[in-house]
């Protein structure tokens, strides 16, 4: 009964929060300094943590995505990645782990003089691809690498 | 554990990587227990922001940033600040070498 509770409240809060990203989204241009994005960091797939994030679901494939990390993490907690691009005018970039139980870990604002390269440590509950997704002129890139985990790291 | 941020600017033909390393647990929400995470760290440059991070509890503890902007010299001070889920926060105000 408590679980249930739960949910319905998840629920609700993410699509209040939706709600409120939409509307403040007609009104004014997203600025540099945006409310944390909730429903984007509570969603259950990488699909639908873009679509909460950016408006959009899919994004095309990209070479011009660099995502350094390795290619086996002996401790999942702290898994440094890197990510690169060579895309001009690039706006955001957010940083994703496919199977990770909420996927998004991550997502960096860009100002105008910022280079499209962010580099941090994120925690990794099991082997799963990394996914970066560049957004530059409106439109959504993404490149994926995976990553070997051998002790996973969100029970941290 | 002294600093709630440590920074490091360097300025190289134009270009400033800042690397920042901030001490905090990040906690995942588990067995009851709240999450604990940053959600939002802020770097500005001359008072424009140059990067606004949103961070979920999936990033590692005491986390790391870096990153690289261009429009900076050395001598100009940036300001890295971040704000956690419980409403705390700190700032850390260092110059580009």
Sequence with gaps: MNSKRRTLLKG???AGAVGVAASAGLLAPRTVL??????AFGAK?????????YGKGSAADSKSIKIKAPDIAENGAVVPVTISSTISNAESISIF???NPQPLTSSYALGSGTQAF???????????DVVAVVKAGGKLY???KEVKVTIGGCGG | ???????????????????????????????????HFIQTVTCEHNGKAVLTAEWGAAVSA???????FKGAKSGDSIKVSWVDNKGKNATVTEKIK
């Design chain 1, 12 to 14: 609700t809060l993410a």
């Design chain 1, 142 to 144: 993404t490149a994926k």
């Design chain 1, 45 to 53: 797939g990488v699909d639908a943590s873009l679509t909460a994030l």
């Design chain 1, 97 to 99: 782990v496919a199977k």
């Design chain 2, 1 to 35: 554990m002294d600093k709630p941020i440590k920074v490091k600017a360097r300025n190289k033909k134009g270009l400033t990587t800042i690397r920042a390393l901030m001490s905090h647990p990040m906690k995942v929400a588990k067995k009851g227990k709240p999450a």
């Design chain 1, 34 to 39: 945006a409310a944390w994005p909730k429903a």
């Design chain 1, 118 to 128: 962010v580099g941090t440590r994120i925690k990794m509950g099991k082997t799963s």
């Design chain 2, 62 to 68: 005491n986390p790391y940033l870096s990153f690289k």
